[in-house]
């Protein structure tokens, strides 16, 4: 079966300081791998995939993750965080491992907290 | 733009109602979830529908059921609401495995 560890609950920051929310799979097959953001009181939005190709992938605001197979990692960053990316960030997998269908495993949230 | 659309954002039921809650989605998506999110467990999958009429349990069924009777709705039915099951609700659709899904608002669920 598929999980998805983020290892962090919460990372407190500080305007335009880099930033990185850990995220870690498993899974006995071929993975597509998704970051997703919510607002409070909003549903998720996603703000970033890996399906295949490059390694690398960019959101439009600025974050980027890297999947890395070996350490079966997607990881994500932003060099230079600003108040309004305070939300809570979650990491989720897709693969068919439930009985042949597919199905889309969340982490449990990592709160991204940017103070001034 | 892709919506999907949860019935109530706020809902308050007694303990053993027979509680429905509904979700629609305007892209014709193979794939339908439901799941509930509670504070520290992120995002747990109660069922999951491929197709119209079929479905899966997910990772916490126990108390829930589900109906999906037209490919642009997923109901989720608590059969007798226990307070246990106060939580928030939140719906998603995506067309396939290689595609992203897309979220309802969410339902905040309380149960007294």
């Known amino acids: 079966a598929q999980s998805v560890t983020q290892l962090d609950s919460q990372v407190p920051v500080f305007e335009e300081a880099p930033v990185e929310l850990r995220c870690n799979y498993s899974?006995?097959?071929?993975?597509?791998l998704f970051w997703y953001v919510q607002y409070p009181n909003q549903g998720l939005q996603l703000l970033l995939k890996?399906?295949?190709?490059?390694?690398l992938v960019e959101s439009i605001n600025g974050f980027e993750a890297e999947f890395n197979k070996s350490q079966t990692s997607f990881h994500l960053r932003k060099p230079s965080v600003h108040i309004s990316d305070t939300a809570e960030y979650f990491c989720?997998?897709?693969?068919?491992?439930?009985?042949?269908?597919?199905?889309?495993?969340f982490g449990k949230g990592t709160m991204l907290l940017v103070s001034p | 733009d892709v919506k999907v659309t949860q019935s109530s954002r706020y809902l308050v039921k007694r303990t053993g109602e027979k509680v429905f809650l509904e979700c629609v989605q305007d892209?014709?998506?193979?794939?339908m979830f439901w799941y509930r999110q509670d504070p520290g467990l992120g995002l747990r999958l109660i069922y999951f529908?491929?197709?119209?009429?079929?479905?899966e349990k997910g990772d916490i069924p126990e108390g829930y059921s589900v109906s999906r009777e037209k490919k642009e709705r997923f109901s989720l039915i608590l059969e007798s609401a226990s307070t246990n099951q106060t939580s928030m609700y939140l719906c998603?659709?995506?067309?396939?495995?290689?595609?992203?899904?897309?979220f309802g608002q969410g339902t905040r669920l309380t149960v007294v």
């Open positions: 998603a659709s995506r067309h396939s495995s290689i595609t992203e899904a897309f």
């Open positions: 899974s006995s097959v071929s993975v597509y």
């Open positions: 890996y399906l295949s190709g490059s390694t």
């Open positions: 989720a997998v897709s693969d068919q491992t439930r009985g042949g269908y597919s199905t889309l495993t």
């Open positions: 892209m014709d998506h193979e794939n």
């Open positions: 529908s491929y197709d119209v009429k079929m479905k």
